[in-house]
């Protein structure tokens, strides 16, 4: 194996700095070992008091005798840093980290410094639906053809600490949010971007901001470098524009010359108007459209990389990725799904889509101020029954009932507490034949860490009926 000289360049200079770890979470906390081994001066922050830390993490901050600040006024201290790791929580823009990278600290993060680093090929997705399972579908089908990759980002495991184990031979596999692009300065080789709707907008400053964020994943692309980009979504497709290297795109609406399509249920490559078919959905385990679009988008981004028969094989055999669109199990002639990672209106709507049979809706969550309003019609036309519960509920009864009014039409629905409560209504008020979906269309802070933890507990309560 080559030697990394950027990672060897890199352990040199943090050797001898002072460094800032902002937020301890499964991001960061691989650092601390890390950067220990080199010798650096570490100094860790987090909002959260020191009485909820995890004790695992605290037992290895006194270990190495790591100086920390906790709680409310944790950046108080942050002042004399060379270099400050972020974690995708921390927005960049904080008063105290402002003022240390205006006097002279380099502000970066895990991901960022991997991208810098790592001498690999680096993939890249994100976007505010599918971006999981398209990252998945792209590490399977380079898997599939022999190639040696690593899977990280918002799924895997950080893989900074890899680094030394990759060579140029190697693919890296990301999946990237919003608040982990928010200030890169980097761009992987070969970028995604599923769609872009409102989302997150109880974090970031506005609409324009998230947009902002998410071109960040190609605007530092070089011309050799490829982006795929959504047709359908009209602010994806306008990316082109802004695009420094090839551009190919998808589209499960329009017959576009160049490009992978998706045209009456089979999945077609285009180049110059000539089709070659790839798979007809009907052979692959996801349903629905948007699933059929994520495949779309990993077979354009994979294509020049992979054979045609590694992307089949894959399509063929995946089952999807844990909290999306889910089978649980069947009870009664009645199938329950779990959809946890449905956390905006948009997921939901694509997971309604998914079933021709007669829907038990349970829905509602932590507010992370969408508009619902997109949402009333679907769950009109699919659900017979909807169960709500959580901060968002008011505004999803709200437009269903509104929309209920003007199609002059009538839907149950049932308000409950929390989870058990919403299962145990589903299970009283589904007939067989019907579907329970819980397809949140909300994030899950009101009442679980996140939307895995959610999904976890949906899936023991209907374990257990």
């Excluded at 402002?98 to 002279?104: L, T, W």
Aim: glycine share 6%; hydrophobic share 40%; net charge negative.
């Amino acid at each position: 194996m080559e030697i990394n000289e950027k990672l060897q360049q890199f352990n040199t200079y943090v050797r001898t700095k002072k460094v800032a770890i902002i937020g301890l979470g499964v991001s960061n906390t691989p650092l601390l070992d890390y950067l220990h081994s080199l010798g650096s001066e570490i100094t860790v922050f987090d909002n959260k008091d020191i009485s909820t830390m995890d004790k695992d993490i605290l037992d290895k901050i006194y270990k190495y005798k790591i100086k920390f600040s906790f709680g409310e006024n944790y950046l108080s201290k942050l002042v004399g840093f060379d270099i400050i790791f972020r974690s995708p929580s921390c927005r960049p823009d904080l008063p105290e980290i402002v003022s240390e990278v205006d006097r002279g600290a380099v502000l970066t993060s895990e991901i960022e410094m991997l991208l810098e680093l790592c001498p690999a090929m680096t993939i890249g997705v994100t976007g505010s639906d599918g971006k999981t399972t398209t990252t998945t579908l792209i590490y399977e089908m380079l898997k599939q053809s022999g190639k040696n990759c690593y899977l990280g980002g918002n799924i895997g495991i950080p893989l900074f600490t890899k680094i030394s184990e990759m060579d140029e031979r190697d693919i890296v596999v990301l999946e990237l949010s919003s608040f982990q692009l928010m200030s890169m300065k980097i761009s992987p080789n070969i970028a995604v971007l599923t769609n872009i709707t409102p989302n997150h907008l109880d974090i970031h400053t506005s609409y324009e901001e998230y947009i902002e964020s998410k071109m960040n994943i190609f605007k530092f692309q070089k011309e050799t470098d490829l982006l795929v980009l959504n047709y359908d979504n009209e602010i994806t497709r306008k990316a082109k524009k802004m695009a420094p290297g090839k551009v190919v795109y998808f589209s499960s609406h329009e017959k576009i010359s160049d490009g992978i399509i998706l045209d009456n249920g089979i999945i077609k490559e285009c180049d110059d108007n000539l089709r070659k078919h790839i798979i007809n959905t009907k052979n692959m385990k996801l349903r629905g459209v948007h699933n059929a679009e994520n495949a779309c988008a990993a077979i354009a981004a994979t294509k020049e990389l992979v054979d045609t028969s590694d992307q089949i094989e894959v399509l063929e055999r995946f089952l999807g990725v844990e909290h999306r669109l889910e089978l649980v199990k069947e009870i009664d002639g009645v199938k329950w799904y779990n959809d946890s990672i449905a956390s905006s209106p948009t997921r939901t709507i694509a997971g309604l889509s998914a079933f021709d049979e007669e829907i038990v809706l349970i829905a509602g969550g932590y507010d992370k101020h969408l508009d619902y309003e997109p949402l009333a019609k679907p769950i009109m036309e699919k659900a017979t029954k909807l169960i709500i519960m959580g901060q968002t509920a008011n505004k999803i009864n709200a437009v269903v009932n509104t929309e209920a009014k003007r199609q002059n039409k009538d839907i149950e629905i049932y308000r409950v507490n929390n989870l058990e409560e919403a299962v145990k209504a589903a299970k009283a008020i589904a007939k067989k034949g019907e579907i329970v979906l819980m397809s949140p269309a909300s994030a899950s802070f009101d009442m679980f860490r996140n939307f895995e933890e959610r999904g976890n507990k949906f899936k023991e309560l209907v374990n257990n009926i």
